[in-house]
């Protein structure tokens, strides 16, 4: 093995041993949740299917990934590289529109009751299955192309310059025509979402700073301190951080591939695609640290299954003196 195999390998690893276990213990809180409540308000079940998409960007990618770094599974035929391309290329742009939804549910959610805001907030909590349906659809179809144009060959002489090296897998274009429109279809696909959630995110950050100014003119005037909204102010800096990690790794992410579309020879390196693929992935494992840490739910439901443990094996004690 190479030192470049064995720096990758340990790289995927890394993503894989944070995301893997972030991801699922979000998942099981909210089961967990659902199973002693028996319903999730609508903010609960779009971070419940964030987490399943990022579980999915992670096990999918940086999991096989690291795998065929070290040499331990042999993955990347034409078929694998097929399926594995079409499956990370669809959750990880769901992981980003599903990230726009929760920061629109989120600024939505801050609007004053009896407003048109708050009407198109419970529409939106309403047909929220539908809005699922229609960016499972979108991003599918969208991500079709890898099924066409991606091999696991590496017989070099066969290809052009039209095709991507990403290290096990080719993805070889027909023509630089369908290379640009491929490359400009997904780049729209994440611009479009990264503008209206940073533009959700500012009207976040602006009625924080508005709700702050009151509580303290509260606070002065009448001498007394605490205020109300306080889950939702929590679950707003949430919300503003997730698209924050987004917007700078996401940036990254589409930096690097512009940069792939544009310079000739792409091919001929992988550097640039395991870049492009480890910065993407990056944001679905580090997301469930800011979930976990920010979401009192969460670590309600944490905490509940750790404090049983203790009463459960002090009873199992009891119960055999």
């Known amino acids: 093995m190479s030192s470049?195999?064995?720096v990758r390998g340990m790289l995927y690893l890394s993503l894989t041993v944070v995301g893997v276990p972030g991801n699922a213990t979000?998942?099981?809180?909210?089961?967990?949740?659902?199973?002693?409540?028996?319903?999730?308000?609508?903010?609960?079940?779009?971070?419940?299917?964030?987490?399943?998409?990022?579980?999915?960007?992670?096990?999918?990618?940086?999991?096989?990934?690291?795998?065929?770094?070290?040499?331990?599974?042999?993955?990347?035929?034409?078929?694998?590289?097929?399926?594995?391309?079409?499956?990370?290329?669809?959750?990880?742009?769901?992981?980003?529109?599903?990230?726009?939804?929760?920061?629109?549910y989120q600024c939505l959610s801050i609007a004053p009751p009896g407003s048109g805001w708050a009407s198109a907030r419970a529409l939106v909590a309403r047909?929220?299955?539908?809005?699922?349906?229609?960016?499972?659809?979108?991003?599918?179809?969208?991500?079709?192309?890898?099924?066409?144009?991606?091999?696991?060959?590496?017989?070099d002489s066969s290809l052009t310059?039209?095709?991507?090296?990403?290290?096990?897998?080719?993805?070889?274009?027909?023509?630089?025509?369908?290379?640009?429109?491929?490359?400009?279809?997904?780049?729209g696909r994440d611009?479009?979402?990264?503008?209206?959630?940073t533009l959700a995110s500012l009207i976040i950050l602006v009625f924080l700073y508005k709700h702050s100014h009151q509580v303290k003119g509260l606070r002065s005037s009448s001498g007394g301190g605490g205020g109300s909204g306080g889950a939702e102010q929590r679950a707003?800096?949430?919300?503003v951080a997730l698209v924050t990690l987004y917007v700078v790794l996401y940036g990254v992410d589409n930096g690097l591939w512009v940069y792939t579309l544009t310079v000739k020879k792409t091919m001929t390196s992988s550097l640039i695609s395991d870049l492009r693929i480890f910065f993407s992935s990056l944001y679905a494992a580090l997301s469930p640290v800011v979930i976990i840490a920010s979401n009192r739910k969460v670590?309600?439901?944490?905490?509940?299954?750790?404090?049983?443990?203790?009463?459960?094996?002090?009873?199992?004690?009891?119960?055999?003196?």
């Not at 969208?142 to 060959?153: E, V």
């Not at 611009?191 to 959630?197: D, F, K």
């Not at 707003?236 to 919300?239: G, H, I």
Request: proline share 2%; hydrophobic share 55%.
């Open 26 to 104: 979000i998942i099981l809180a909210f089961l967990l949740l659902l199973h002693q409540e028996n319903r999730l308000l609508p903010a609960d079940v779009i971070v419940l299917h964030l987490a399943c998409v990022n579980l999915l960007v992670v096990g999918v990618r940086c999991l096989l990934e690291t795998l065929a770094s070290f040499r331990l599974a042999s993955i990347f035929g034409d078929v694998g590289c097929k399926a594995v391309i079409f499956v990370y290329r669809t959750s990880r742009s769901l992981s980003i529109w599903l990230t726009f939804v929760l920061s629109a």
């Open 4 to 6: 470049e195999e064995f």
């Open 191 to 197: 611009v479009v979402p990264m503008a209206l959630m």
């Open 236 to 239: 707003a800096k949430a919300v």
């Open 299 to 321: 670590n309600g439901r944490l905490r509940c299954v750790v404090q049983e443990k203790p009463v459960q094996q002090k009873a199992t004690s009891l119960s055999t003196i």
């Open 127 to 155: 047909y929220l299955g539908v809005v699922f349906f229609f960016l499972w659809l979108l991003n599918t179809s969208m991500s079709s192309a890898a099924i066409l144009f991606s091999f696991g060959t590496k017989n």
């Open 161 to 187: 310059n039209h095709a991507i090296n990403v290290q096990f897998c080719y993805v070889h274009f027909p023509s630089k025509l369908s290379k640009q429109i491929n490359g400009a279809g997904q780049v």
